[in-house]
């Protein structure tokens, strides 16, 4: 099994409707993050918690909204989808209780989603 | 804020040259890190290098290796011996150490292309 676990893989809505994306990880990292990839702009953050009970914005979380469920499970909502949504979602991890923030993150295979 | 660079949207290689990606960034810390991740068609994200600013040793991992020049802040990436299978898009990014931000800032991303 992966150790970042995203689902769905891929998915198409509709304007308007509400879609909740999933993310998983088996690897006990304390931090987790929501990316956004479009071509041409590379990745950028959404949201990011510390931990249960810390959530951050990133830089682009208009539109947007997170859970963390508990330290495993990290979701990302969009209230109203529209169709500038339309990207590849990447959820990652990194472990800092232990020092290691160089070793950068664990990123998850990504949701292409396709809002129309 | 950090910012990263690449300068180059796309490269192109023949099948067994080297080829140098380039990444630059703006920074005001003293101690961080920098990746170098590749995302094939499957779109996962692999780390393929990294680099802490404390060493100046360049890393090196079999056939990638960086150039990191601190006091001119770049970082970039060489690939020796190139194969098909490092045809990709490829990422440079930022972290700074545990007690900053912590979060990872993306350049926009180079296309590499290898001929055969």
């Known amino acids: 099994d992966a150790d970042v676990t995203q689902t769905p893989r891929n998915r198409i809505t509709k304007t308007g409707k509400r879609i909740m994306l999933e993310c998983s990880q088996t690897?006990?990292?304390?931090?987790m993050y929501w990316y956004r990839q479009d071509p041409g702009l590379g990745l950028r953050l959404i949201y990011y918690?510390?931990?249960?009970?810390?959530?951050n914005k990133g830089e682009i979380s208009d539109g947007y909204s997170v859970s963390r469920q508990a330290q495993a499970k990290f979701s990302l909502s969009l209230e109203s989808a529209i169709p500038n949504q339309t990207a590849l979602y990447f959820c990652a991890t990194s472990d800092t209780r232990t020092g290691r923030t160089n070793y950068g993150y664990t990123f998850g295979s990504g949701t292409r989603l396709t809002v129309v | 804020a950090q910012t990263v660079t690449q300068s180059q949207p796309e490269m192109s290689v023949q099948e067994a040259e080297t080829v140098t990606l380039s990444c630059t960034y703006d920074t005001s810390e003293s101690d961080y890190y920098l990746f170098w991740y590749k995302q094939p068609p499957s779109r996962q994200m692999i780390l393929v290098i990294r680099?802490?600013?404390?060493?100046?040793q360049n890393a090196t991992e079999n056939r990638f290796s960086v150039n990191f020049q601190k006091a001119a802040k770049s970082f970039s990436l060489k690939i020796s011996d190139s194969q098909l299978g490092d045809a990709a898009m490829y990422f440079c990014a930022y972290r700074s150490p545990q007690g900053g931000s912590e979060k990872l800032v993306f350049g926009k991303g180079t296309k590499l292309t290898v001929n055969p």
């Open positions: 918690s510390f931990d249960v009970k810390d959530i």
């Open positions: 690897k006990g990292h304390d931090r």
């Open positions: 680099q802490e600013a404390y060493k100046q």
